[in-house]
């Protein structure tokens, strides 16, 4: 077991004996805190990480000491700025993951996303993401969660529908070539994206091929407000909070942004690709 998840079980296990110091099952809690029960078994037993706002909401609602809710704040805090070693964090399950970065989501008005690789999770079609848990599956030795991970990736689509929230997407061409699924999901993903691109409160670009980028894409990331920033590599998922870091990923996917294809010019790639996949695979 990680530093990481004995931490994060620490934690959970504190929340589970306020919670019962308090009289209150965890039903009770969630229906006070709004949550779904789910959510309470989760973070009490270490399945999800709690949040600064979890832990506030959770302390308030069980009537914990302030010296208790700053110490449970510490752990919380120290847990989400420290680099989460993926192949422990699979191996608590593929839709727990799903749920963690739900929570994320609901917390954020403005999303920029830079994938060089990959489609974005908000952006894929069912049959796309599951072809792609599979493949993190068998990476990670990951729990076998695929059905939930899928549904649970879906549900978080939901809030593309929010126009409360802006959301701005850009991908290399590369990432929309790179062939996780086959070709008749590639073609349903792709319809996605031309669909996903007319929403009022979306932006998706596109970087193509032969256009000059403005700094080598090695890895994806993602900017939630102007509170964090999201890195994943091969074995660590890196969260940073300093206000220089998210500074200059601000301005990494503003580069990468002045580089893209939008509307009509982008969606124009995107079917450029489609077609070829028609024509590939006709033969």
């Not at 306020?18 to 709004?34: C, D, F, Q, T, Y």
């Not at 599956?137 to 549904?151: E, P």
């Not at 689509?157 to 850009?170: A, G």
């Not at 300093?242 to 124009?268: C, H, L, N, S």
Request: proline residues 4%; aromatic residues 8%; glycine residues 4%.
């Amino acid at each position: 077991m990680t530093s990481f998840q004995q931490a994060r079980i620490d934690l959970g296990s504190q929340l589970r004996q306020l919670r019962e110091g308090a009289h209150l099952s965890g039903k009770e809690l969630a229906e006070r805190l709004r949550w779904q029960p789910s959510k309470v078994s989760r973070l009490e037993n270490a399945r999800q990480t709690a949040t600064e706002d979890d832990v506030v909401v959770w302390a308030q609602a069980v009537r914990a000491s302030p010296d208790t809710t700053d110490g449970l704040l510490r752990q919380a805090i120290a847990l989400l700025e420290r680099h989460d070693d993926w192949k422990q964090r699979h191996r608590s399950g593929l839709a727990a993951i799903q749920e963690d970065v739900r929570d994320l989501e609901s917390r954020t008005k403005l999303f920029r996303v830079f994938e060089p690789g990959i489609i974005a999770g908000l952006l894929q079609t069912s049959e796309y993401a599951r072809h792609v848990f599979r493949k993190v599956k068998r990476l990670y030795s990951a729990a076998d969660q695929i059905d939930a991970a899928v549904r649970v990736r879906m549900q978080r689509q939901e809030i593309l529908y929010d126009r409360t929230r802006t959301f701005r997407f850009v991908v290399t061409e590369a990432a929309l070539r790179t062939c996780l699924a086959p070709p008749e999901v590639m073609r349903g993903q792709f319809d996605r994206l031309l669909a996903v691109s007319t929403l009022p409160n979306v932006d998706f670009g596109v970087i193509p091929f032969g256009t000059e980028l403005p700094s080598n894409p090695i890895n994806g990331f993602w900017i939630y407000n102007e509170a964090m920033v999201a890195v994943a590599t091969m074995t660590k998922d890196l969260t940073l909070r300093d206000p220089d870091d998210i500074a200059f990923y601000v301005r990494a996917f503003d580069d990468y942004a002045k580089a893209a294809e939008f509307d009509e010019t982008g969606r124009e790639v995107i079917i450029g690709i489609l077609n070829q996949f028609r024509k590939q695979n006709s033969h």
